[in-house]
């Protein structure tokens, strides 16, 4: 019965614009969620019959990628769902990460391929992002092309990313959830939309990738007050996408004073958003007074991992 976590995560720069095949950059944080697995008479998560309406991302993964008996699943979670901290991510993750566990080991680049298969199948169109920093922990840039640090190459129908580790350094961010749970997919289809319908569209998405092979290079040398810039620009690019929410535009107006630049993370409409800071209880008590949930986490974590080894 292998109990197997994995990370939550944030994006520091270029949600959405990464399924287009630009870069983007995700760091694994101190939030996990833990999975437990068992052989059982039929398939049960929690105590519950497995449903393809509730538990989509769990009964893909258990249809596609699992040629044994029924399983009983049990599932812990520290990662608000429906936050942008990549919870369905860490789900088919720590889940596919526990199936490999019982036949012999988790093969980390198995399991990451395995999950965006997941995510794909569920979500409609999706990027290996999220998975791929869940799975491999630390941090990770993504891109079209292969760069140092490769750590496997992903191709989807006429897409392609290159996954590479990403140095993360020493830094401080608060989360702040607004509360509101918007689901991934039809985010991602709405931008879709528009950048199907314009140019503009797609140049905004244009620049939210310069951003973030800016960004990579202020993290290597970490200057935080230039990467705190690039993040605030960046939410305001997103915000053009329509991804931005008022909830989440008031936690990040709140935040900005006390922070080297603040800014959405994941899907948007909702959800959570992040601040690079040094000020983290100036961040706490703004984001509070706001309405939402902070969280002061930290980066720099392990991937997928099986618990007690």
């Given at each position: 019965m292998p109990v197997v976590s994995a990370p939550g995560k944030i994006i520091l720069l270029g949600e959405h614009a990464v399924v287009f095949g630009k870069p983007a950059i995700a760091m694994g944080i101190d939030m996990r969620l833990t999975c437990k697995v068992a052989e059982g008479r039929s398939n049960m998560v929690n105590g519950q019959p497995l449903s393809d309406r509730y538990h989509s991302y769990i009964a893909v993964a258990i249809r596609d990628h699992w040629d044994g008996g029924p399983l009983n699943v049990t599932v812990d979670s520290e990662i608000p769902t429906g936050s942008g901290l990549g919870s369905s991510a860490a789900l088919s993750v720590a889940l596919l990460g526990a199936m490999s566990a019982m036949r012999g080991g988790i093969d980390e680049e198995?399991?990451?391929?395995?999950?965006?298969?997941v995510e794909s199948k569920v979500q409609g169109r999706a990027s290996p992002l999220d998975t791929s920093v869940s799975c491999h922990g630390h941090g990770v840039y993504i891109d079209s092309i292969e760069g140092e640090g490769l750590l496997w190459h992903i191709e989807r129908d006429v897409r392609q990313w290159y996954v590479h580790h990403c140095q993360v350094p020493d830094l401080t961010f608060v989360?702040?959830?607004?509360?509101?749970?918007?689901?991934?997919?039809?985010?991602?289809?709405?931008?879709?939309r528009y950048v199907d319908r314009t140019r503009f569209a797609m140049e905004v998405v244009d620049e939210i990738g310069t951003i973030t092979e800016e960004g990579a290079r202020r993290l290597r040398d970490r200057d935080?007050?230039?990467?705190?810039?690039?993040?605030?620009?960046?939410?305001?690019?997103?915000?053009?996408?329509?991804?931005?929410?008022?909830?989440?535009?008031?936690?990040?107006?709140?935040?900005?004073p006390y922070s080297y630049g603040a800014k959405l993370t994941g899907a948007g409409g909702g959800?959570?958003?992040?601040?690079?800071?040094?000020?983290p209880e100036k961040v706490v008590e703004a984001i509070q007074r706001r309405g939402g949930t902070p969280y002061v986490v930290r980066t720099g974590v392990d991937g997928v991992r099986v618990e007690g080894d």
């Open positions: 198995g399991v990451a391929r395995a999950a965006f298969d989360i702040g959830f607004t509360g509101v749970r918007a689901p991934t997919g039809p985010l991602v289809a709405k931008v879709k935080v007050v230039a990467l705190g810039g690039l993040m605030t620009r960046d939410h305001n690019l997103l915000t053009i996408l329509g991804v931005s929410s008022p909830e989440l535009q008031r936690l990040v107006d709140a935040a900005l959800g959570s958003m992040i601040a690079l800071t040094d000020r």
